[in-house]
């Protein structure tokens, strides 16, 4: 069937095709139809009016709907299947409602009851030439727009180089789901490889079907109607990036959907944020419980007298309870640290420090840990050694935390050795343990907040998960660095580079 449609203006050029078994009908309807000058031709069955509507293309068609042999619906459905634009006015002497709704859902554009008059049938006729008439003009404007758009998309224009600038990825098709524009920034959030080819469908340059679908529903009629749609998009095998994709229609100014506009935002970070929140509530409340409800426990048994008139029991009880005290009191500091440290707020007064002096005092702290694991804590420090800048305060805690993990991650009778070194820059000291040691899939996340390892050894050691975030962050306050080495079983080895005073700095540092 032709796509072409006549405008009014060349009216005598539209053809109608009237099928109807009464002659009367088609004679009356031929004559008042060539006398508006229109071309008329007519069938007085359904077969022989698809017959015909198959060798030429009409632009309207009058179809009875009580026929012998095939009826005016399955007519109308297989005209349908030929030209789906085709204007079709049923011609009923039952005009019930069930008949007119059965019609329209077949596709027909109005109904005619018989008998009518050539008034009755021109009004209705004549808006249904219109409909196919305006129904071909949008059609027409609706390509051009099209082909616009693709050649502006060719184009270097302002806002191509304003999009080329943005951080966040930009996605644009046309109507037809065709890709017209990207900027470099959706090329690397998508993992794609820059080309200068454009118009194919979007699945030809992407291969996700969640982003897809998304741009599938701004274009279509319902999603449309939204002012933006909104979904988290998984990137990659692994999903492991994350993007916030933003999804709109774009419209001409009559509300007809020209394409559609996705703009992609990286949030796997926010992500990763808000998983170590979550990681972080729950080992709170995991950490806070546990202790919390022993202190209960004790007190609990203390005042139901339920531990007997022993002193000694309810000194062990009370000496417990104020254990369980401590370790909140450790996981409250903590976190207390971590976020003066991460606000900038921790006053750093650096001054030359004497590594001996340091490590004899952290080792001192711990001396009594490390005799009830019966450990060995060998210190190794040349008899003339340069000092070390730094906050003695910071640097304390950091050799005590480290001090503290080598005994805590360590079996009864093992050994810790801390050794002291120096280069041009830094003073290097070690602390190394012949304990659990880390799996290598968990080395580079040790130093994340809250982290722990998890295995069978390690299953009764409270910890907070903080303190080696928090080595790692003073150290680097320090303009220093740490690094480890381990092996599963074998046990781990922890090195601080803190900066060397030198005797023409100031001995004073704020």
């Known amino acids: 069937m032709s796509n072409s449609i006549p405008t009014q203006s060349t009216k005598e050029k539209e053809r109608i095709l009237v099928v109807d078994d009464e002659r009367g009908i088609r004679q009356g309807c031929r004559r008042i139809l060539q006398s508006e000058g229109f071309e008329v031709e007519t069938a007085e069955n359904g077969n022989e009016g698809l017959a015909k509507a198959k060798e030429s293309p009409y632009d309207l068609i ?22 789906p634009e085709i204007i079709a006015l049923v011609i009923t002497g ?26 009755q049938l021109m009004a209705v006729l004549n808006r249904g030439l219109e409909t196919r008439r305006l129904r071909f003009e949008r059609q027409q404007l609706l390509e051009e727009r099209d082909r616009k758009l693709l050649e502006v998309a060719n184009e270097k224009s302002q806002t191509r180089t304003i999009v080329g600038c943005m951080a966040d990825g930009v996605l644009v098709v046309n109507r037809e789901g065709q890709l017209v524009l990207w900027n470099p920034a959706a090329l690397a959030q998508l993992n794609l490889k ?49 993007l916030m994709a933003d999804a709109a229609a774009v419209k001409e100014d009559m509300g007809e959907t020209l394409g559609a506009v996705a703009v992609l935002r990286d949030i796997s970070e926010l992500i990763e944020i808000d998983r170590v929140k979550s990681q972080f509530v729950s080992m709170v409340a995991h950490e806070l419980r546990t202790p919390l409800a022993a202190i209960e ?20 009880m009370q000496q417990r309870a104020k254990e369980r005290a401590h370790s909140l009191l450790d996981l409250v500091n903590d976190l207390l640290t971590v976020s003066k440290i991460e606000a900038g707020k921790i006053a750093k007064k650096k001054e030359p420090l004497a590594a001996r002096e340091l ?14 694991k019966k450990i060995s804590v060998d210190v190794k420090i040349p008899e003339r050694f340069p000092d070390m800048v730094g906050d003695r305060n910071d640097l304390e805690r950091v050799l005590i935390n480290l001090l503290a993990n080598a005994l805590k991650y360590n079996s009864e009778g093992g050994r810790v050795t801390v050794t002291v070194s ?34 069978e050894k390690r299953r009764y050691i409270t910890g907070t998960g903080l303190g080696l975030s928090i080595v790692k962050k003073t150290v680097e306050s320090h303009f220093g660095r740490i690094e480890v080495k381990s092996e599963l079983g074998k046990g781990s080895t922890f090195t601080i580079f803190i900066p060397k005073w030198r005797p023409d700095d100031s001995t004073k540092r704020g």
């Open 62 to 83: 009058l179809i009875d709907l009580m026929m012998p042999g095939m009826g005016g619906l399955e007519l109308l459905h297989h005209i349908r299947e030929l030209d």
């Open 94 to 119: 039952y005009a019930t409602v069930e008949t007119a709704v059965e019609a329209m859902k077949q596709g027909a554009y109005d109904y005619i009851p018989k008998p009518f008059t050539p008034d």
């Open 194 to 242: 820059n080309t200068t080819e454009t118009g194919k469908p979007l699945s030809h340059y992407i291969q996700n079907d969640d982003l897809q679908k998304l741009i599938d529903y701004a274009l279509s009629p319902e999603g449309s109607g939204y002012t933006m749609i909104s979904q988290e998009i998984a990137i990659g095998h692994d999903g492991k990036k994350v």
């Open 297 to 316: 426990g004790y007190i609990d048994t203390c005042l139901a007298c339920a531990a007997g008139d022993d002193p000694e029991t309810h000194r062990k």
């Open 359 to 372: 490590i004899t005092r952290s080792v001192e702290l711990l001396k009594e840990e490390a005799a009830r």
């Open 422 to 455: 120096a280069d041009d820059d830094f003073v290097a000291t070690s602390v190394e343990d012949n304990g659990f040691g880390i799996p290598p899939e968990d080395v580079p996340r040790i130093f994340d907040e809250f982290f722990r390892v998890e295995d």
